[in-house]
């Protein structure tokens, strides 16, 4: 079992930053692709960003290339998501995610998933 946990959060303008973080814990020993989501009111669950287990690969939707960057620290069994220029339609809840599957862009893959954590964009 894998727990995440999301922060960081918040409100901020049109053309702001947040930085995510996902803590991980228990099974963390394996070989975890991670990736973020999110979902607005009303929408459903969409892909965001994933991560390889070495970090070497990275996966973005088009709507996040150019202005979020996700990393990772295995040695402290965290991932970040930095988010730069964002936009009111990037405001949902966004979760962490952990799989098996490297590069997939399907919920469905992931096998854990952390609470959520709300970002709220205004004009």
């Known amino acids: 079992q894998v727990q995440l946990v999301e922060s960081g959060g918040g409100s901020v303008q049109a053309g702001g930053s947040l930085r995510l973080s996902c803590a991980a814990s228990?099974?963390?020993?394996?070989?975890?692709?991670m990736g973020w989501f999110r979902q607005a009111p009303g929408k459903e669950r969409e892909f965001v960003v994933a991560?390889?287990?070495?970090?070497?690969?990275?996966y973005y939707a088009d709507s996040a290339k150019g202005r979020f960057t996700i990393s990772r620290d295995n040695a402290k069994n965290m991932v970040y998501l930095q988010m730069n220029s964002l936009k009111p339609e990037d405001t949902a809840v966004y979760y962490c995610?952990?799989?098996?599957?490297?590069?997939?862009?399907?919920?469905?893959?992931?096998?854990?998933w952390g609470q959520g954590t709300q970002v709220i964009v205004s004009s």
């Open positions: 995610a952990a799989g098996a599957m490297v590069g997939t862009t399907q919920s469905r893959d992931y096998d854990y």
């Open positions: 228990g099974r963390t020993s394996s070989r975890y692709a």
């Open positions: 991560i390889s287990w070495s970090g070497g690969r990275t």
